[in-house]
């Protein structure tokens, strides 16, 4: 079974401060990753994507991609309120294929 | 875009009836869509891999007789649980595979809360 891990917080941060959240994946052979936002009790809503290493940033986003720690993050930064969620981070084998999803990571941001 | 939509969003349902739940993609075809389920507080568990016209790809412990899964179309799948259970009560998820940010990203449907009583 491949495995991806995530720290479950809550991570608490103030409003404005900067968000990190990490996730570990155990597949070398990944190829794609994904960061998605939930709300309780709403689907998931896809928030980046990345598939090189590297960074790769979009709006108060960035995704930071590290193949050879097999290690991924999210960075959000001037946290709002409304970002308060459960954020999931997903792994897939191929590109187009089924995602493996980690537990999530509750973000709480304090206004 | 990439929408996709589900019906119906709540269910309640007696014991040993059958349920269906649609999921279709609004604005772009579709050839695999996935059925996902969330039990409270747990992460999502794929249940199936559906490809248009085919047979669905069921992942290992999800009863294939129990969860049938229909592709009709490449904008419409179904999945029906047959005799359901309280055990099967859950949050049942669908994605679709592909729109606007590219084929290999999957954007997922509202979801449908079943209870069964």
């Known amino acids: 079974q491949k495995e991806v891990e995530q720290n479950s917080g809550p991570l608490s941060v103030p409003e404005g401060a900067i968000a990190s959240l990490n996730c570990t994946y155990s597949?070398?052979?990944?190829?794609?990753f994904f960061w998605y936002r939930q709300y309780s009790g709403k689907s998931p809503e896809l928030i980046m994507s990345?598939?090189?290493?590297g960074d790769k940033e979009d709006g108060r986003f960035t995704a930071q991609l590290n193949k050879a720690s097999q290690y991924v993050s999210l960075l959000i930064r001037d946290s709002q309120p409304s970002d308060s969620a459960t954020y999931l981070c997903?792994?897939?084998?191929?590109?187009?294929?089924?995602?493996?999803f980690g537990a999530g990571t509750i973000l709480r941001v304090k206004s | 875009g990439a929408v996709v939509s589900q019906h119906p969003s709540r269910v309640i349902c007696k014991s040993g009836t059958s349920v269906k739940i649609e999921c279709r993609s609004l604005?772009?075809?579709?050839?695999?869509m996935f059925w996902y389920r969330q039990f409270p507080k747990q992460s999502l568990m794929l249940m199936a891999t559906?490809?248009?016209?085919?047979?669905?790809?069921?992942e290992q412990g999800v009863e294939k007789d129990k969860f049938l899964i229909n592709h009709a179309s490449l904008t419409l799948s179904t999945l029906t649980v047959t005799s359901a259970h309280p055990e099967d009560s859950s949050f049942y998820i669908c994605?679709?595979?592909?729109?606007?940010?590219?084929?290999?990203?999957?954007?997922f449907g509202p979801g449908t809360r079943l209870t069964v009583l």
């Open positions: 994605s679709a595979r592909g729109g606007s940010g590219g084929w290999w990203e999957q954007f």
């Open positions: 597949d070398r052979g990944s190829q794609s």
């Open positions: 990345i598939y090189s290493n």
């Open positions: 997903a792994v897939s084998m191929e590109y187009g294929n089924k995602l493996v």
């Open positions: 604005d772009f075809q579709a050839t695999t």
């Open positions: 559906s490809n248009e016209g085919s047979k669905a790809t069921y």
